[in-house]
């Protein structure tokens, strides 16, 4: 019998110690990691994060990075506010220092 418990409680705490982790799911913006998030409508924040997932490439995520943020802070000037800077999220598509130097 202590058999079955030990075992039973050790599936209980593996469990849960996983499903914390699977419940969370993708990396998702929101307000906390997206300084633009009060100036884009929800339709343009779906827009936005499914964008970001779909750069292959780090020149053509950096434009739009920075047409983005140009739109951000027009918006946020109009409202009166500040934007605060994020993190570049295209940093993950830069291709190392020797590859760079050779595409130059």
């Known amino acids: 019998m202590n058999r079955r418990v030990g075992w039973a409680l050790l599936a209980l705490a593996l469990g849960s110690a996983t499903c914390g982790a699977w419940a969370r799911g993708p990396w998702r913006a929101d ?3 997206t300084p633009g998030w009060f100036f884009m409508t929800p339709a343009e ?3 936005h994060q ?3 997932r779909g750069f292959r490439s780090y020149d053509e995520c950096q434009r739009y990075r ?3 943020h140009r739109l951000i802070l027009e ?3 109009e409202a009166g506010r500040e934007a605060g800077g ?3 999220f295209c940093a993950h598509l830069r291709p190392p220092d020797d590859e760079r130097r050779t595409q130059q």
């Open 75 to 77: 918006r946020a000037r």
């Open 86 to 88: 994020g993190r570049d």
């Open 45 to 47: 924040r779906v827009e």
């Open 66 to 68: 920075d047409e983005h």
């Open 50 to 52: 499914a964008r970001i």
């Open 31 to 33: 307000q906390g990691n």
